[in-house]
């Protein structure tokens, strides 16, 4: 008896896992396997190298520059776009006038393809006939090319990744602030603590383990979404607004090194993880489980 | 006191005010482009005419019916697998014993760090070793067997009662039969929650299709705007809003027309 529900229990897995298997669990495993050798071209097969693709790495110029990029990236926008995530749940949370439509104006950017937002701001950036440069005419302003200029290209793809994600995260923290009893909130008001302190003393932390996870799946994203960059500045110039994930793109994809592209899918593996790991223990002591 | 507290709200409103204006500025700017003749393009006139060629245009000038098939068909198809195999596996989770449960659970859970969108490299391997390169079944494979729903559905599962489940077996059903009949009912909110987070993932993805895919047949949306777009002949920017507006219309009107529901996906999506 207690066999047949082994068996149904490993039935009921098996197509779900021999997926997961074949397109997540084994290629993790080969991307590591397959740094270790060179790239197959032509006839010649791929053979053993050990940890040359590693060496180069470690002086690839490029690869320190998407890295160090991809690092301000996230730096950059999960901070921000958490800290507008959280006003944007207060105040939708609130009874204001046009509750309906400050909702909808947060949430509907997390609705739109990233390619198609990448295209509506591409506009904006445009030097010159862009309504950032018509804008900044207006007051006699020179041209700006946001997206062309090393200094600030990244800095514009960030830009529209908070707008694109700040309305994503809101959702998570308005789901938490709901859940949070009434009763706690009015005995707070009798009390006599004023709306700062309630927030930082009640709803704060309260609030810890839905930061976690909006900050996991936030450093998750950071490392993900690379659609826009195809759109406003193919990672230039001169890779400045590159990221990580666009770079083994290109190594894979266009210049077709998929052992060296297997090599810094490694090093994104890692670092994920080790994010992961890192916030979670960080986390860990703050978070108040119920 | 009194007098301060409705201060801090005015401030607050006409704050969360300010940022939503902000926030739908670029979107509406997409709009006023799209139905506006191209000269209107940086002019705000109230009285300018309002026009549907940029739409006629951009659906002319590139196969974008093909693409919106595609697409469609695409997300319909990880849906279907999804929520087949999802289920299943999330129903041995929730109510089987068998050795090696908690192992085989935290490797399901491992998806969502190492997503799939991440291992384009291995991935393209193994689809070519497959012979399916360049067809709508590979975009959609990577994604069917999803962490996500699985873990979704298991803990949608495990707050159906027990007794319920005893019942069901008293009656002589088999154990799809208890899932089809008691638990499947019971999930559907759940179900609706992660139709909803899957179709607008998938309408929007776009490295994966635009690496496995290199023919019209096969194209989705999002990929055949990025070729659009990325034409440098100077296609006039209020085609390349029209095409862009299009290509999300069909997700933006349904989470309007939604939106309430929508918003309410997400979170139980989150909350679990």
Redesign the interface.
């Known amino acids: 008896m207690q066999r047949r529900e082994w068996i149904y229990g490993w039935l009921l897995l098996l197509p779900a896992f021999a997926l997961l298997a074949m397109f997540t669990h084994i290629p993790a495993v080969a991307t590591f396997w397959d740094s270790f050798f060179s790239t197959p071209r032509g006839r010649r097969e791929a053979r053993f190298i050990g940890w040359e693709n590693y060496e180069r790495l470690l002086d690839d110029p490029i690869f320190w520059k998407v890295l160090t990029n991809n690092l301000w990236f996230a730096l950059g926008t999960i901070p921000l776009s958490m800290i507008l995530a959280l006003a944007m749940a207060l105040w939708v949370n609130k009874q204001f006038f046009g509750q309906g439509f400050l909702r909808m104006a947060y949430f509907t950017p997390t609705v739109l393809p990233l390619i198609a937002v990448a295209n509506i701001w591409l506009f904006f950036y445009t030097p010159g006939f862009g309504l950032i440069d018509q804008i900044l005419g207006l007051f006699g302003f020179a041209q700006t090319n946001l997206l062309g200029s090393p200094d600030t290209a990244l800095g514009a793809v960030m830009a529209v990744t908070i707008w694109k994600e700040a309305g994503f995260f809101m959702i998570f923290y308005l789901a938490a602030l709901q859940s949070i009893p009434p009763s706690l909130l009015e005995a707070a008001k009798i009390e006599g603590a004023g709306s700062w302190t309630t927030f930082r003393r009640i709803v704060f932390p309260l609030l810890m383990p839905t930061t976690l996870f909006v900050s996991i799946n936030a450093v998750i994203n950071s490392f993900r979404l690379v659609d826009h960059l195809f759109i406003l500045t193919g990672g230039g110039p001169d890779n400045a607004s590159s990221l990580l994930l666009f770079y083994i793109y290109e190594t894979a994809f266009r210049f077709w090194d998929t052992a060296y592209g297997a090599t810094l899918t490694v090093v994104m593996l890692v670092l994920l993880s080790l994010l992961a790991i890192g916030q979670f223990f960080l986390f860990d002591r703050k978070v108040h489980y119920q | 006191m009194n007098g301060r ?1 409705r201060f ?1 709200t005015w401030l ?2 006409a ?3 300010l ?3 902000l ?2 500025l ?2 509406f ?2 709009i006023w ?1 799209a139905i506006h003749p191209a000269e209107f393009e ?1 002019r705000f006139v109230l009285t300018a005419p309002l026009t549907l060629e940029n739409f006629r245009s951009a659906w002319g000038a590139a196969p974008f019916a093909r693409y919106f098939l595609n697409t469609f068909i695409l997300v319909t198809m990880i849906l279907i697998c999804q929520f ?3 289920t ?2 999330a ?3 929730a109510r ?4 090696g ?1 908690s192992i ?1 659970f935290s ?2 859970l ?2 969502l ?14 689809i070519r070793a497959l012979g399916l390169v360049d067809t709508i079944p590979a975009i959609a ?2 994604y ?2 999803s ?1 996500f729903g ?1 873990f979704l559905l298991r803990q949608t599962f495990m707050t159906v009662p027990r007794e319920l489940d005893e019942a069901a077996r008293i009656e002589g059903a088999s ?1 799809l039969g208890i899932l089809w009949r008691v638990y499947v009912p019971l999930a559907k909110p759940t179900y609706l929650a992660y139709g909803l987070v899957s179709v ?1 993932h998938h ?2 993805n ?2 994966w299709p ?2 496995i895919t290199n023919s019209v047949e096969t194209r989705p ?2 990929v055949g ?2 070729i659009f ?2 034409i440098d002949s100077g296609i006039e ?1 209020s085609v ?2 029209a095409a ?2 299009m ?2 219309g069909p ?2 009107i349904a ?2 027309l939604f ?1 309430r529901q ?2 309410q996906s ?3 999506a ?2 679990k």
């Open positions: 507290l801090d607050n409103g704050a969360a005010w940022l939503a204006l926030w739908v670029p979107l700017y997409a482009t940086a087949v195999l999802c299943l596996a129903y041995a989770f089987f014993q068998f050795p449960r085989l490797l399901v491992l998806q760090l190492v997503m799939p969108d991440i291992l384009i490299v291995e991935n393209y391997k193994t494979l990577p069917i067997a962490g699985i154990p607008s309408w929007n776009f490295l635009l690496i949306v999002t705007l990025s777009s990325a920017w390349i809003n862009t507006l290509t999300s997700l933006l989470f309007l939106q929508f918003v997400f979170m139980r989150g909350i």
